[in-house]
Nanobody
């Protein structure tokens, strides 16, 4: 089992920045791919960023160039740096990890472990 705990959410003005952190505990995390997803009210959960165990990354066009995912395996941490935030980025952000694969994936159903989420609010 892997337990994931997100932190770093909050209220920010449009154009501002936030850094989300995800602390993993439990089984070895360094060999697992990880991702950040978000879900706004009335909308489906969507990928924000994903990173392989080796550090390869992938982003949807909506956040490319603004968001950066990174990981620090020695500390069992995954981060999401969010810059140039827009009101449409407001959502609950979730950290996720795959159980038996180091390959990144854009599909939420391929992730086995999820955090509780952290709220990001962007004021216009």
């Amino acid at each position: 089992q892997v337990q994931l705990v997100e932190s770093g959410g909050g209220l920010v003005q449009a154009g501002g920045s936030l850094r989300l952190s995800c602390a993993a505990s439990g089984r070895t995390f360094s060999t697992s791919a990880a991702g950040w997803f978000r879900q706004a009210p009335g909308k489906q959960r969507e990928l924000v960023a994903t990173i392989s165990s080796g550090g390869s990354t992938n982003y949807p066009d909506s956040v490319k160039g603004r968001f950066t995912i990174s990981r620090e395996n020695a500390k069992n941490m995954v981060y999401l740096q969010m810059n140039s935030l827009k009101p449409e980025d407001a959502a609950v952000y979730y950290c996720a990890a795959r159980k038996s694969s180091g390959a990144w994936s854009s599909y939420a159903e391929r992730y086995d472990y999820w955090g509780q989420g952290t709220q990001v609010t962007v004021s216009s």
